[in-house]
């Protein structure tokens, strides 16, 4: 069975990974992102960088047109950046914005999408980090969204959050993923450490259909030790 | 000893009860908000409600231009409001939008503030919402708002956020606090569950005067049951 799903975000690097795996089993992918991925079926680009709300009305309507009256089997929000700074720091405010308008937005957005194009029992995937259950003195505006999307999860899974019957809300928190950025920012780090993409790429295959779902609303600590990956509630 | 204290959000109905408070105790207090609260002995007005970083740029130079060279005791963030509404609504994003700038804005910037104006071994309080501890899918921007506030606090507590040496940095959760609003809004509910102002009020005083302050970082649940309030660690 051919599955429809959503990535929103899907020119990450993890969005990319998602995008080929799901592509490659022979599904059906749209993807979200400020420019095309060529190798998804469909576009939505997102061209409103300035108001929430001009975003949100941007991006429905942009998913609106292409699927028309049919419903995705998933929607996945890997959509997120990273920046650092504690609160004397020059670009503070600057970063704290992004990384709100980077992670909360698009994972806010994805909730009403969730609402509107998700069939019942769907699934919806958000995108937080480990770091963020304790506090990020270092990097205070990526902590500070990412405990924001913890939440959101927590909201959208909920039988009254507006998301359509049985559908489930799950959220990951890497500690670290095996991107290219993350190589290229941290060369000596111990890439063992990392979780490779395909895993999460895979993790979200197996959930689409419906199978080793973990309860809708938790929360994942995606830790990997030695090359091995593992994903826990907390 | 008269103290020295800024409230971001000094308009609010807490906001006015804890100017009040520390004025009738014979401190110094500046507050900051849309219009001037003139009990206070000085007043920071916010005209930029559209940037992050303008109305950030707007308060350091407001206050900046006010104190001068000198520190305050402690700073009072207790700016907010309250939006309902779950993925599925009308003004869902715009809610989010609405309920982001007003505690996450004003809570990040008072985290700046306290960087450039506490006395080393100041008090930086943050207002969140024990609601947010979990899922709140019937007011889903209040919650992420909030949860992304009680992060932050344990962000800014850290000795590496920025702040001055020994200053503490608590995040009041109450359930409900009995505001003039929320009887207005909920007149048939039971008024000795909520937290009266004054205690709040006071409990800021005490912690200002640097006695009975909580560890730093702590995010405090505050409850009321017949009248009688509790402040809990969580």
Chains 1, 2 share one sequence.
Not at 116 to 123: E, H, N, R, S, T
Not at 156 to 182: E, Q, R, W
Request: proline content about 3%; overall charge neutral.
């Amino acid at each position: 069975m051919s599955l429809k799903v959503v990535i929103y975000g899907g020119c990450g690097a993890l969005g990319r990974n998602i995008v080929s795996h799901f592509k490659s089993n022979n599904h059906h992918v749209t993807s979200i992102d400020l420019m095309s991925n060529d190798a998804a079926d469909q576009n939505v680009l997102i061209k409103n960088l300035n108001s929430w709300q001009d975003q949100h009305a941007e991006v429905v309507d942009g998913l609106g047109s292409l699927l028309g009256k049919q419903k995705v089997d998933a929607i996945f929000c890997v959509a997120g950046g990273w920046a650092g700074g504690n609160a004397a720091s020059q670009n503070y405010v600057k970063n704290c914005d992004m990384m709100w308008k980077q992670s909360v937005w698009s994972s806010t957005i994805a909730g009403n999408l969730a609402s509107k194009f998700l069939k019942q029992g769907g699934l919806l995937t958000l995108t937080g980090a480990a770091p963020a259950l304790e506090g990020t003195s270092g990097m205070i505006g990526y902590g500070l969204a990412k405990a924001a999307v913890h939440q959101l999860c927590k909201s959208l899974s909920d039988s009254s959050s507006g998301l359509p019957v049985n559908s489930s809300v799950l959220c990951i928190a890497p500690v670290t993923l095996d991107t290219p950025m993350n190589r290229k920012n941290m060369p000596n780090a111990d890439f063992s450490s990392w979780t490779p993409l395909e895993y999460i790429s895979e993790t979200f295959l197996v959930w689409a259909k419906g199978e080793k779902r973990p309860a809708s609303g938790s929360l994942l600590k995606v830790e990997t030790a030695s090359g091995a990956t593992t994903a826990t509630p907390v």
